[in-house]
């Protein structure tokens, strides 16, 4: 491995002029020199270089191929300019699918630590029913989401397995179309990502509800704090580190969403959940690069400006507390 | 050693128990209504439906299939759907990209906790941000073309690890950071490189997060179907690809029984891993997220 013959005579020197280094205070170039010697880039470059190939280069590449006429049906590529923004946004689609990707989002957060949330209160005591009733609650997140969309699709037509039992319920025959209205199958196809994952977001609340303080809960209980309380005022805040994850994980998996959609309502009916990457496949796969990079970048640029403010807002929300 | 944590504090701080027996009957008999309310129906409905004739699962409900043969269905997945090409496939993909990932995550996390200098931790940061940027999977698709990598496995384990290099970063960075930097220096005095103080230090003390880290990618990666539809491009088949292509061309055809069948199939691998490994799994997620 070039790693070792690299490192091999550096390495030599470096214990002697490590602890001598350590013991100089304040000498802060020897401490740096050391350091570059004890840690050697060698180490970083491989990552970085699969980063650079894989990740940052197609990224830049991103930012200049929205801007051209690239299409599969001719060779060559011209830039030109903002048409393909200005294609997108005036037949509607760019909006369309920002709103729908942002609404998905903001319902999968919502749904995900709602039922997460729950479920962890419901499963907090450690008997054997509760541990069971946990890890089948995580045989969702560990089974594809494709195959999660395809299952739900089933029990959801409009001849399905919820219409049969609402319809034993209720002892008329229900037959609605879960997945037809293009208002509210976006909410129900973002309660079916919300299932999907609530098992993962319940283990972290679980392990947050672990990390309070028992002190904390019996002082307050010496006070006289009711349930209700006990829980908004006093263990919901100390949640604040597992909220943050879960918010974070939520919406950054909801906006980067393909499977579940794609298997449910492949972005119907009218295009009323077509999440911005459904759209990017369904182009690609027309020949359409131009648009479908261009909203790629769309979608990067959606990401940067939601999440970051976002997981900046939660971060402080920890710290007040 | 979060694994340890985690059981330690289970057992003594929920021992007050607060609930009388009754109520513990209540409880359970409404986790299993929520349980079977919950995942009850899917689940059913996936393993009857599988187990029905395709004139039985044309519309899929409930009921029992009047004779069972989900063994039938279950051979016909994997003779007519090229199952067994596709298993190979993903184990061919997620394997190498899992490794190579956590391999040079773990050698760059440890250069990247260790030196401290400003320009360290703007590479750091660019490092990590993949964690919340997606990654542009067009013109990823048109570099792999240029590069030849096209609809190979090689193109496609460059890419995945390329997008979970980051999240290998984050989280070993974090945890180097917490192993005293004198335990190095011992060996140091003794001689070792950095390769060796690398190798015979540091990655066994990363076990926990390795672990965790080796759980988060390897899921990620085997249900992932959205970039290997870009990349792989029907040239090589994975589980979710060969899952996609059965029910995109079983949709009109109404094959539910077929789709159940291989959803079931294609679910094992991990869930035998899951079922076994359960308690290490649910700890090693739950240490890494919440510090």
């Known amino acids: ?321 | 050693m979060t694994a340890t944590a985690f059981n330690d504090r289970r057992t003594t701080e929920r021992a007050p128990g607060v609930h009388r027996r009754g109520s513990g009957i209540v409880h359970n008999l409404f986790v299993v209504l929520v349980l079977l309310a919950l995942l009850g129906v899917p689940f059913w409905l996936m393993i009857v439906t599988a187990g029905k004739s395709q004139a039985e699962a044309v519309q899929p409900n409930l009921r029992l299939p009047s004779h069972w043969q989900l063994l039938e269905n279950l051979h016909t997945v994997i003779t007519d759907g090229r199952m067994v090409q596709a298993f190979f496939g993903s184990v061919l993909v997620t394997v190498p990209s899992v490794v190579i990932a956590l391999l040079l995550g773990a050698m760059a996390s440890w250069v990247l906790a260790r030196r401290t200098s400003r320009a360290m931790s703007v590479v750091y940061a660019l490092c990590i941000s993949g964690i919340i940027l997606p990654p542009a999977v067009v013109t990823i698709m048109m570099l792999l073309r240029q590069l030849g990598l096209a609809g190979t496995p090689h193109g496609m384990i460059g890419v995945y690890t390329g997008i979970y290099l980051s999240t290998v970063i984050f989280f070993i960075t974090g945890f180097i950071r917490t192993i005293p930097p004198s335990l190095e220096e011992a060996a140091r005095i003794d001689g070792a490189g950095p390769a060796r103080v690398f190798f015979t230090i540091i990655l066994p003390l990363l076990g926990p997060t390795l672990a965790t880290a080796t759980i988060l990618v390897t899921l990620y990666i085997w249900n992932d179907v959205f970039y290997s539809l870009f990349i792989l491009s029907g040239k090589l088949d994975t589980l979710p690809l060969n899952l996609y292509s059965v029910a995109s061309a079983g949709m009109y055809l109404n094959n539910w029984h077929l789709i159940f069948a291989y959803i079931i199939l294609m679910s094992l691998p991990l869930l035998i891993i899951f079922a076994v490994a359960q308690r290490r799994i649910i700890s090693g997620i739950t240490g890494g997220a919440v510090k």
């Open chain 1, 1 to 321: 491995m070039p790693v070792t013959t690299d490192a091999g005579p550096a390495s030599v020197a470096a214990p002697t002029r490590g602890v001598r280094a350590r013991r100089t205070v304040g000498d802060e170039r020897v401490r740096k020199n050391a350091a570059k010697r004890n840690y050697p880039l060698a180490f970083l470059w491989p990552a970085i270089i699969i980063l650079l190939v894989f990740y940052f280069i197609p990224t830049i590449m991103n930012f200049v191929y929205a801007f051209t006429d690239w299409s599969g049906f001719k060779r060559s590529i011209a830039f030109n300019g903002l048409a393909n923004f200005q294609a997108l946004f005036s037949d509607g689609t760019l909006v369309r699918d920002l709103r729908v990707t942002f609404v998905y989002a903001a319902l999968v957060a919502v749904f995900q630590n709602v039922f997460g949330l729950i479920l962890a209160v419901f499963l907090e005591r450690d008997t054997r029913m509760n541990r069971f009733a946990r890890v089948m609650f995580f045989v969702p997140v560990i089974m594809s989401a494709l195959a999660v969309g395809y299952i739900w699709q089933a029990v959801l037509k409009s001849d399905g397995a919820l219409n049969q039992i609402l319809g034993l319920l209720t002892g008329s025959t229900v037959s609605t179309a879960w997945l037809g209205s293009t208002t509210w199958t976006i909410v129900v196809v973002a309660a079916i990502h919300g299932w999907k994952w609530m098992g993962l977001s319940m283990l972290i609340y679980l392990a947050g509800l672990k990390t309070i303080d028992n002190e904390v809960i019996e002082a307050a209980r010496v006070d006289g704090t009711n349930p209700w309380q006990m829980f908004w005022q006093i263990r919901f805040p100390l949640l604040a580190p597992a909220l943050t994850f879960n918010v974070a994980t939520a919406l950054l998996g909801s906006m980067n969403g393909f499977d579940i959609v794609q298997a449910t309502t492949a972005g119907g009916p009218g295009g009323s959940t077509e999440l911005l990457n459904i759209f990017i496949y369904r182009t690609f796969g027309q020949g359409l690069y131009a648009q479908s990079t261009t909203m790629s970048l769309v979608l990067f640029l959606m990401v940067s400006i939601v999440a970051f403010p976002v997981i900046t807002y939660l971060r402080r929300r920890e710290r007040v507390l």
